[in-house]
Nanobody
């Protein structure tokens, strides 16, 4: 079992930045690829970004590529999502997730956090 806790959400003006964190506990963190997803009101949960167990590989949705960056610190059991040039359409609940193993891209995310709200005002 892996427990994931997101933090860092909040309200920001368009063009601003936020840094989300996801702290993991319960299992060996570097056995897991990590992902970020988001869900806006009335919409499906969408993929945002992912990072491999080592941090050597990353993937991004087209809508955030060039603006968002995901990194991880395995010594701190934490993954980050740096969000720059935020737009009102980035408003959503952001979730982190963990996928066991070294497959890339990850086959299935098995563990999920509770989410953190990000609101971007125009």
């Amino acid at each position: 079992q892996v427990q994931l806790v997101e933090s860092g959400g909040g309200l920001v003006q368009a063009g601003g930045s936020l840094r989300l964190s996801c702290a993991a506990s319960g299992r060996t963190f570097n056995n897991y690829a990590m992902g970020w997803f988001r869900q806006a009101p009335g919409k499906d949960r969408d993929f945002v970004a992912a990072i491999s167990w080592s941090g050597g590989s990353t993937a991004y949705a087209d809508s955030v590529r060039g603006r968002f960056t995901t990194t991880r610190n395995n010594a701190k059991n934490t993954v980050y999502l740096q969000m720059n040039s935020l737009k009102p359409e980035d408003t959503a609940v952001y979730f982190c997730a963990a996928a066991y193993g070294t497959n890339w891209p990850p086959l299935r995310f098995e563990y999920w956090g509770q989410g953190t709200q990000v609101n971007v005002s125009s």
